[in-house]
Nanobody, 119 residues
């Protein structure tokens, strides 16, 4: 499975971006896909995930709930992340990952990342 992210960029605080992740290859076993981010000097952290059985989204913590959304109609082989009300602390490299497990943090494949800068 190959994953390619797009949609990153530079925005002012309060702005919005929509990230996309296109999956190709053998995606039949992909149970969920997730977004992770890594800011300079910090560890990579999970942001949100989408589970294809049932079509449900899960968000990592309160810091993104209500601001970041994975559309309900998201379908393989693409994963989206709508980011609104962006804050400087959202600045990071955002990565897409695919997993064949029910635990979205146990990943099989990673994309190369797309940079998001809020300032």
């Amino acid at each position: 499975v190959q994953l390619v992210e797009s949609g990153g960029g530079s925005v002012q605080p309060g702005g919005s971006l929509r990230l996309s992740c296109a999956a190709s290859g053998y995606t039949y076993d992909t149970y969920c896909m997730g977004w992770f981010r890594q800011a300079p000097g910090k560890e990579r952290e999970g942001v949100a995930a989408f589970f294809f059985p049932g079509g449900t989204a899960r968000y990592a913590d309160d810091s993104v709930k209500g601001r970041f959304t994975i559309p309900q109609d998201n379908a393989k082989p693409t994963l989206y992340l709508q980011m609104n009300a962006l804050k400087p602390e959202d600045t990071a490299m955002y990565y897409c990952a695919a997993s064949s497990y029910s635990d979205w943090r146990t990943t099989d494949y990673w994309g190369q990342g797309t940079q998001v800068t809020v300032s």
